[in-house]
């Protein structure tokens, strides 16, 4: 009996079909399973449910007689319905979830992951290298950059230098709303989208899934020609604009010139190599400056890698590290994206991004939303699940060590050297979000107080035993010390509870 592949639905590029590590070839038969108790088990972000299920349907499509796509309630049901006994050969899954379902059923063999530039025993040989010193991002980025040749001559990196953070730092402009790049590639939907909105509202209205967040027009690609022009149009048209606002951001502007390849990326459409290549062929060909090149290199060499091999190698404990013993729930009115209700307008402002596209860049999630979450207290694994659900390219291997390593510091520094949070002065300096706000980034205590310069004290005050001993954040928790008004802020933040601020 012929071996058939099974492509999972974040596995919908050529290279999950082209013959390679002896699966598939050219000629082997394809399974696809479009399993209903996904949806069923959480209640995902709109956008993002339309747009996997879309990508999958534009793929089968596109595969035709070749593929065998199966509607079923969970995937055992679709695998009886589309192969029976016969055997099959799967990449290797992007959970741990979905790798344990892919084990327990005996039938498949399972290959070498693809869409990612280290395969894992690499990366395990590098890390165990290091033995018990941190296993930092940038001595992996580097060992990336050279092991593959990016931005690379004669054996060290272009410019004299691995890094250019420091110039992608820059404030926005301070007289304009937008930063006035060209726009990013825009996807027209047709009739597959239209059919998948038909069975979303169907099954919504019959009660068996439940959603949150706002759907369409669909703003991310959902085929391999739409992901090529995506990244055609970012690399032409906005990478050169990307170094210096990086790490900006403008209310008016949620996207500035970030790539929004992000999804694409995770679901396989884009393989991460022929990114990276491009922007440098960019750079090479003078199209583009070094700093946002490297910039660009360094979030998906560097950081999404970094990001997959993590979260294989620290293992399924990771999950529950919660150093800080945070355990308070998440409210209401974050779980339903009620960004109506918030009065802060940076955090409201970002909040609308989320529910009515899905997306919202780096900067946001990390310093708005995750800092919120650092500073009330919230249980991390409760806010990993809240990213996982409410992204468009959110999931588990990405979320997990973003949301428990970096954004929420559970893992007491195995990640970060520091946790990230900031006082409302950073979101005053990097944006235009605190124009035009019921609250004043400098106010610690009363009616204006910004909720996150009180609430970046509060943190520090609650953590100062363990803060005080990292070389980063020795000095601010010496801060406390020359508060006078300390006592006040703790029992205005202990008041305002889980309240919108």
């Known amino acids: 009996?012929?071996?058939?592949?099974?492509?999972?639905?974040?596995?919908?590029?050529?290279?999950?079909?082209?013959?390679?590590?002896?699966?598939?070839?050219?000629?082997?038969?394809?399974?696809?399973?479009?399993?209903?108790s996904v949806l069923r088990r959480r209640r995902f972000h709109r956008a993002k449910a339309h747009l996997v299920l879309s990508a999958m349907r534009h793929r089968a499509a596109e595969l035709g007689d070749r593929v065998t796509y199966v509607q079923a309630e969970t995937y055992r049901e679709g695998l009886r319905r589309a192969a029976g006994s016969r055997p099959l050969t799967v990449h290797h899954p992007t959970s741990r979830a979905a790798l344990g379902l892919v084990r327990s059923l005996g039938q498949v063999t399972v290959g070498p992951a693809r869409g990612f530039l280290v395969p894992h025993e690499e990366f395990r040989a590098w890390a165990d290298g290091h033995g018990t010193r941190r296993l930092r991002q940038e001595d992996f980025y580097h060992w990336v950059r050279r092991g593959h040749d990016l931005l690379m001559e004669d054996g060290q990196p272009v410019g004299g230098r691995w890094n250019f953070d420091h110039d992608t730092r820059e404030p926005p402009p301070g007289d304009a709303d937008v930063l006035g790049v060209p726009a990013p590639y825009r996807p027209r939907e047709d009739?597959?989208?239209?059919?998948?909105?038909?069975?979303?509202?169907?099954?919504?209205?019959?009660?068996?899934?439940?959603?949150?967040?706002?759907?369409?027009?669909?703003?991310?690609?959902?085929?391999?020609?739409?992901?090529?022009?995506?990244?055609?149009?970012?690399?032409?048209?906005?990478?050169?604009?990307?170094g210096p606002y990086e790490d900006a951001m403008l209310a008016a502007d949620p996207v500035m010139s970030h790539s929004l390849l992000s999804s694409s990326l995770n679901l396989g459409l884009l393989d991460p190599d022929e990114c990276v290549r491009r922007a440098e062929e960019a750079w090479r060909a003078d199209e583009a400056p070094l700093n946002a090149v490297e910039g660009f290199v360094r979030q998906i060499a560097g950081w999404r890698e970094y990001v997959w091999q993590l979260y294989w190698y620290f293992g399924e404990s990771y999950r529950r590290e919660n150093v800080l013993d945070h355990r308070a729930e998440l409210p209401g009115w974050f779980l339903e994206?009620?960004?109506?209700?918030?009065?802060?307008?940076?955090?409201?402002?970002?909040?609308?991004?989320?529910?009515?596209?899905?997306?919202?860049?780096?900067?946001?999630?990390?310093?708005?939303?995750?800092?919120?979450?650092?500073?009330?207290?919230?249980?991390?694994?409760?806010?990993?699940?809240?990213?996982?659900?409410?992204?468009?390219?959110?999931?588990?291997?990405?979320?997990?060590?973003?949301?428990?390593?970096?954004?929420?510091?559970?893992?007491?520094?195995?990640?970060?050297?520091?946790?990230?949070?900031?006082?409302?002065?950073?979101?005053?300096?990097?944006?235009?979000?605190?124009?035009?706000?019921?609250?004043?980034?400098?106010?610690?205590?009363?009616?204006?107080?910004?909720?996150?310069?009180?609430?970046?004290?509060?943190?520090?005050?609650?953590?100062?035993?363990?803060?005080?001993?990292?070389?980063?954040?020795?000095?601010?928790?010496?801060?406390?010390?020359?508060?006078?008004?300390?006592?006040?802020?703790?029992?205005?933040?202990?008041?305002?509870?889980?309240?919108?601020?």
């Open 337 to 501: 994206l009620d960004a109506d209700a918030v009065t802060a307008r940076c955090l409201g402002t970002v909040m609308a991004q989320v529910r009515d596209t899905g997306w919202t860049h780096h900067i946001p999630r990390l310093m708005i939303l995750g800092s919120h979450a650092l500073q009330r207290g919230w249980d991390p694994a409760a806010v990993t699940d809240w990213f996982h659900r409410c992204f468009v390219d959110g999931y588990d291997w990405v979320m997990l060590p973003n949301v428990v390593g970096m954004s929420q510091y559970a893992d007491g520094g195995r990640m970060t050297t520091k946790p990230y949070t900031s006082g409302g002065a950073y979101v005053h300096r990097m944006s235009d979000l605190c124009g035009g706000c019921a609250y004043r980034p400098t106010e610690r205590t009363g009616d204006r107080a910004c909720p996150y310069t009180a609430g970046y004290w509060a943190f520090l005050h609650r953590h100062r035993e363990l803060l005080a001993h990292n070389p980063r954040m020795n000095r601010p928790v010496r801060g406390l010390d020359r508060l006078r008004d300390l006592d006040a802020l703790l029992r205005q933040e202990e008041r305002r509870g889980d309240e919108p601020p």
């Open 1 to 36: 009996m012929t071996d058939a592949h099974w492509l999972f639905g974040d596995q919908l590029g050529p290279h999950f079909t082209a013959p390679r590590d002896g699966v598939p070839g050219r000629d082997t038969p394809l399974v696809m399973i479009e399993a209903r």
């Open 191 to 242: 009739e597959i989208d239209d059919e998948v909105r038909y069975d979303l509202d169907r099954w919504e209205r019959a009660g068996e899934v439940s959603f949150v967040g706002r759907d369409g027009p669909r703003r991310f690609p959902a085929t391999r020609r739409e992901a090529l022009a995506a990244l055609r149009r970012f690399v032409r048209h906005r990478l050169s604009a990307f």
